[in-house]
């Protein structure tokens, strides 16, 4: 399973709880490639993720902001996942928030993530086009242009699979 030697697991379940909170350590971990965040911009890119608006709303920036600002992050900062300067208002991620960012990944039925399936699709597939274009013995005798087709289809099938076995958290994500 993933690495818990920080954080126990229903602390990481008590992180993931919260919309805002899971957004927070998405922007922190993924976004601003693990650099600070000042809390504005923070709550500028939650509230747009929320409202489905950019710029977002003032009063739906201000709810994250003091929400962030009051709750959150200092809870975040807590339990050691974030670094917050309440004085400069900025956030870093600590080693512990990719504890947590590895939990927000989906993970197949199998234990592999789906990042994963579509990394080694992808690499799967150059490799194969490059070999028959270079001439290596057996698979020079499918045309190149066959084999990225048929890695496109099954990446298309993948994809197709992933969002019909995701079908009810997708469909619940866009009801909001």
């Given at each position: 399973?993933?690495?818990?030697?920080?954080?126990?697991?229903?602390?990481?379940?008590?992180?993931?709880?919260?919309?805002?909170?899971r957004?927070?350590?998405?922007h922190?971990?993924?976004?601003?490639?693990?650099?600070?965040?000042?809390?504005?911009?923070?709550?500028?890119?939650?509230?747009a993720?929320?409202?489905?608006?950019?710029?977002?709303?003032?009063?739906?920036?201000?709810?994250?902001?003091?929400?962030?600002?009051q709750?959150?992050?200092?809870?975040?900062?807590?339990?050691?996942?974030v670094?917050?300067?309440?004085?400069?208002?900025?956030?870093?991620?600590?080693?512990?928030?990719?504890?947590?960012?590895?939990?927000?990944?989906?993970?197949?039925?199998?234990?592999?993530t789906?990042?994963?399936?579509?990394r080694?699709?992808?690499?799967?597939?150059?490799?194969?086009v490059?070999?028959?274009?270079?001439?290596?013995?057996?698979?020079?005798?499918?045309d190149?242009?066959?084999?990225?087709?048929?890695?496109?289809?099954?990446?298309?099938?993948?994809?197709?699979?992933?969002?019909?076995s995701?079908?009810?958290?997708?469909?619940?994500?866009l009801?909001?």
């Amino acid at each position: 399973m993933f690495n818990t030697d920080t954080l126990s697991e229903e602390t990481i379940y008590e992180v993931l709880a919260n919309s805002r909170r899971r957004e927070a350590i998405r922007h922190l971990t993924v976004e601003s490639t693990g650099e600070a965040t000042t809390l504005h911009e923070l709550s500028q890119e939650i509230a747009a993720r929320e409202t489905g608006e950019s710029p977002p709303p003032r009063p739906a920036r201000e709810s994250v902001y003091n929400s962030l600002h009051q709750t959150h992050l200092p809870k975040l900062e807590e339990l050691g996942v974030v670094d917050y300067d309440r004085d400069a208002r900025e956030v870093h991620p600590s080693d512990r928030a990719r504890d947590v960012d590895q939990y927000m990944e989906v993970v197949t039925s199998h234990g592999v993530t789906w990042s994963e399936v579509y990394r080694s699709l992808g690499v799967a597939s150059l490799t194969l086009v490059l070999w028959s274009l270079v001439g290596f013995p057996v698979v020079s005798t499918v045309d190149p242009v066959l084999w990225t087709s048929g890695s496109l289809a099954l990446f298309a099938l993948l994809v197709t699979y992933q969002l019909w076995s995701n079908r009810w958290y997708i469909r619940q994500s866009l009801q909001g």
